[in-house]
C-alpha cells in the first residue's frame, strides 16, 4: 500500500505549471563519531558513538496570476550525536514572496551573515566528517560564541525575523533583520531590547569567472555579537581555494581551505584556522572571556586544522570521512554515509 | 532531488479510482499585527509584531469494495502571534466512516457548534485580518468563555468525542458528543463527570436558492458552555448579508454582517456585534463573571465592529486586510498575505 | 488545492527506476475498548473508551550507481488510549544500507527478538482486538518486564543500535547491538554500563513448504533482559497453527496459537499462554518480583487466553474484534476498524 511520491523529471516537465505545489526532499546521513573529548566514565559517552540526522523537508508553494510566489518551508528532522538519540521534530515555518529576483523571507529567515558565500566548508556536511564536527573552520565561530548571528534553525523556531534578497549577474545582496522577544522580558524595562537581542545583517557577494568574493556585517545589542566577516574563493574545477576573515567584536579568526578532485569521484579538502586571544582591553573592560568563564574548558585562541574526503558513490550517495583538532586541543574523526532523496 | 508532489487534474481524472490514498494540502499566511494591548515595555510584546501560520494537512482515506470509504487526518502547524514564534507540530487524529451520505468521526471531531453554517466571517480566515484577530464576531465567544465548544483542535489533541453528520438535498445535520477525562480526575467522586466536562452538540442546517438558515445548541455540565445559536444568510453574489445569534448559558449576544464584492477581485466585508451583560440574577446566584475576574480587563459586554478586505491575486494567493474593535476597546489592525496549496 | 500522492501501479511500473524517494504509507484503526481495570470512579477512566491509532509511514530512498540501496524511514503516529488522546509525534529514525540480500540499520533498530517469526499473533494489530490489548499473548512478556528487548520503537526514539540482517532461500539471519546511554549516568563508575543497558540479539528463522521454525536470544547486563525464545508454525492455507516458548531470565512462558478462514472474507484466532511464577531460587537470591512489588496487581504467572474475529471488507479495510483474558483476571473487549494506506 505503498505510495511512490517521486516523478521522473520527463514527468514533471511536461505537466503543466503548478500553481500550487508541496514538494518533499531531504537527506540522511550517518555514521561513527570519534570525540576524545568523550569519556564514558567521566562524561558517560563513550569516545566512539552513532552521529545520525534524518530531513525531510517540505516546500509548499504558490504563484500568482501575475508571476509573483509565495512559498513556505519547514522540515521535520531526527538527530542522534553523542549516543544521544531524539524522535524527529519539526522546526519554524519561513514564508517567502519572490519577484523578478527579489525574494521577501519572513518568519525563520535565512540571515545575511549565514547566507554569505564562504561562510562554510565545501562539503556535503558543510563542516568536517558527517555532523560537522562542530564547524570549527567558520571564522565567525569564536570564544564558545558559537553561531550567535541569525540562521535559519533545523529544529527550533528560528529568528522570527525578515529578510529581502536579491540576485542578478553574479551579484548577490542580503539584508536581514530580527528583534528576539524571548518570554523573559523585564515589564517596565524603558528600552526597546528588554526581551532579547536586535539583530541587523547585511550581505553583499560578487561572482565573475572563478572567483567569488563576499562580506556580511553583523550589528546586535548583545555583547560579542557585532562582526565583520570577508570571504574570497576560487573555484577552478579540479582545485578550489579559499580565504576568509572574521572580526568577531574584536577577536580575529582568519582560514585558509583547499581541496581538489581526485579521479572521478573523490575529493580531498584541507582547512587551517587561526584564531586571537581576547584582547586586554576587553578584558580590562570588564568584557568577559566565555572561554576562560566555562570551567575546565581550554583557551580557544590559536589554530584548528582539519582534513575531509568524500567519494561519490552516484544516485546522491557519498561517503564521507574527516579529521580535526580544535583550538582547544580537541581531536575528533568520523565516517559515514550521506544520501539524498 | 525534490519531488513534486503535486499532480494535476488531468492524471486525476485518468487514474483508477484510488483504493488508499495519502493526500498533502495546506495553506500560508503572514503579515504585520498591530494591537494596541501589547507594550513592549509592559508585557514585553511590540505593538506591532508578525503573525503567521503554516498548515500542512494530510489526509489518509481507503475505500472498501462496498464502497464504503474510511478516512482521517491530521495537522502539522506552524505559528508564530506576538513575536513568540513556534515549531510546527502536529495536531490530534480524526477518524471517519463515510457512505450514503452518512459520516461517523471519532477522535478530534468537527463539533456540531463548530460546523453551524453562519458562525464565522465569510473571509479565508473566518475572522477578521491575517489570523482571525481573536474571532470577535462570533456569537458564541462572549464573557472571556471564547470557544467553549466542541471543536475541531488545529495544535491539539480535540474533542476525542464521536459525531453524525447526514447531508442531502441542501440539509445537513450533526450530532457530536465528548467527554473530557482529563487528567485532574478525582478519584472516589460519584459521578461520571469527575475528569471534565461531557459536551453534547446537534446542529441543523438547511440551503435554499440563495439562503441558509441553521440553528446549534450544545448542552453541558460545565457553567458557560450551555448555548442556542442561529445564523440566517443570504449570498446574493455581489453582495452577502448574515445575522446570527447565541444565548451563551443567559448571555446574548448579536451579531450583523455583509460584504460585496468590488470590481474583479476585491471584497469588503463589515460586521457589528452586541454582548449582553451577565444578568443580575446570574451574578446574585453566584455565577460569575468572567469578565470582572480578570485583573484589569474591561468588561466586554457591549458593541463590537470590524472591517475586512480582501484582494485575490489568482494561483489561490491573496492579499488579507483588516481592522475590528473589541467590546473592551482593544483595537487591531493586521495586513497580510494569504496563500494555499 | 488537495494534491493526491496516491499514484497507481501501472505508473510505478513504467517510471524508470527511482534513484531516490519519499514514500508514503501508514494506518489508521480505531474502536471501541472494554477495560474491566478502568473505573471512572476510582482512575478516572470509564471502562468503555475510544482506542484509536493513525500512523503516517515516510520512507526514504536512494540507491548507489553500484546497487547500494541506502534507506531511511520515521513516523508519524497520533495515539488515543483509555480517553487520553493524544496529538501525534515522530519517533527516532532508522538508516539502512542495503546490499546483496544483507542489511544493516542503525539508530532505531528492529531488534533481532522483536524480528522474530512466530513472536506476534496473525491479526493486523498483532495482538487482540484494536489496539493489541497489552500483547499478552506475546511468550516474552512476563513478570511486568513487557518488551524488555530492543524493538523499533513507534514513538520514541528508540534503541540507538546497529543491526545486520541477511534473508536468502528461506533462511533469516538477524544480530543486533545496542547501548543505552541514557541521561542517568554515574559519573566515574569504573565499567562500560554506567548508563544502561547493553543488549546483543540473535535470531535465526528457516520457512520451508508451509512451516517456518525460529529461535532467539537476548543477552543484556540487566536483570530479566536475558531471554531465549522459539517458535514453530504451520501455515496450511485455510487453517493455521503455530507453539512458542520462551525461558525469560528463569521465567518460563508457553504459547499455543490457532487460526481459521471462515467463508472468503473471515478468520478466526485463538491463542493460549502458561506463564510460571519466579523461582523460590530466584526470590531467595534476591532478584526481585515486579509483580508483587507492584501495589494491588495480581500475579501474572498461570494462564491468558483469546479470541480475535477479523472481517475483510476489501480495499485495505477490515473490521476487528478481539476478547482475552490475562492472566491476571483482567478482561479487555475490542471492536473497530482497521485500514491502511
Known sequence: MKKILFVTTALIATASVAAADVRLSGYGRFGLDYNDANDRNVNGVSKTTITSRLRLQFDMSAETDGGVQFDARFRAQAESRDNNPGTAVFNGA????????????????????????????????????????????????????YFNWDAYSSAGSGANGVEVLYS????????????????????????????????????????????????????????????????????????????????NDGIDKLGIYGNVDIGAASNLLLFWTDEDAVSATDVAAGRNDNRDAIAGSNQQEGSSYGIHYSYDLGGGASLEAGYRRASNDNDTFQVGAYFSF
Chains 1, 2, 3 share one sequence.
Open 94 to 145: 519561513r514564508f517567502g514572496v519572490v519577484y523578478n529576483g527579489v525574494r521577501v523571507n519572513v518568519g525563520n529567515i535565512i540571515g545575511a551573515v549565514e547566507n554569505m558565500p564562504g561562510l562554510y566548508l565545501e562539503t556535503r556536511t558543510a563542516g568536517i566528517g558527517i555532523d560537522g564536527a562542530g564547524f570549527v573552520s567558520v571564522v565567525g565561530n569564536v570564544n564558545n560564541e
Open 168 to 247: 542578478a549577474n553574479g551579484f548577490t545582496g542580503h539584508l536581514s533583520y530580527s528583534t528576539d522577544n524571548d518570554s523573559t522580558v523585564n515589564p517596565g524595562v524603558p528600552n526597546g531590547n528588554a526581551g532579547g537581542p536586535d539583530r541587523i545583517g547585511v550581505m553583499l557577494a560578487y561572482s565573475w569567472n572563478d572567483f567569488t568574493v563576499a562580506a556580511a556585517h553583523q550589528s546586535s545589542d548583545i555583547m560579542w555579537e557585532d562582526k565583520t566577516l570577508v570571504s574570497f574563493a576560487w573555484d577552478g574545477g579540479q582545485y578550489g581555494a579559499r580565504i576568509a576573515y572574521a572580526d
